[in-house]
């Protein structure tokens, strides 16, 4: 769906048919112009100050897996309360977050998503108490490497995925959905910076390369219920945003304080080795981002 407004972060009906029936929608809008500069200078000032500082693992892997864990940063994004009003409206009052990645594509690069489904390797099952809020810190357009979607793909199970282990593809096992996708089915996903895209686990979704002089900087952040439970691994973890867990299917952590410290990078390390169990199944391969004995 597109043009879609918010009021005080709260969906509107329509609006939250409109997400079941298609399984994805944008744009919502979140942050102004002036918080979203802000926060994208400050993760570059990160990125900056932390390339070569003698991190156990590149900066790049903290970014992309778990973020939530070592970068406050991340946490505090995906704790603002616009952002959980929205998510609230679909997925109920009690919301933890069972990961944050900030996905970023380069300037001219060719390095793109091949169209996959993301609980396909969760370990969750096929569970609709979860979903993604994808939040852009920099223009998301056609030319930049906006996603994909396929409209109402979410009503399939999980489908058979082939892993090419591409190096231009940004997936950790370079994923692809065994289906064929004409690009007459994607619906684009543009947004602008401080909006968002929410979209559920089982779309089939992907995008191609930024061919945009900048670089597509966003904030993946995947949302659960306290009823979701690890069903391939031992045990999983997850942070508390709103409400309570009653159930308690998952380890709670809590934000970090400070960025990178001692404690927060053994947790996770901790974290890496107990989701690599569902996120490493049926691999014909090590998958590097979630593979054990990796530290420098």
Known sequence: MQGANVSGGVLEDHQVKSYWRDGYLFPVPVFGADETARLRAELEALEAKWLDNGLPRPLSQYKRVNAQCVM??????????????????????????????????EAGTKAIVSMHQDLTYWGLGETSDQLTAWIALSPVTKASGCMDFVQGSHKNPILPHADTFSPDNL????????????????????????????????MIHGSGPNTSDDRRIAVAIRYITPSVQQQVGQTDYAMLARGADRARNLVHIAPPVTNFSAASLALYEEILKAQSTALSQGAEQAVAMYAQGTVQ
């Open 171 to 202: 997936l950790s096992r370079g994923q692809e959905i065994a289906v064929d996708v004409k690009d007459e089915d994607k619906v684009a996903a543009e947004i602008a910076p401080g909006e968002m895209s929410l979209h559920h686990g089982l």
């Open 72 to 105: 406050p940063l991340a946490a505090r994004i995906a704790r603002d309360p616009r952002v959980l009003d929205v998510v609230e409206s679909l997925l109920g009052p009690d919301l933890m977050i069972w990961s944050v990645e900030f996905f970023i594509k």
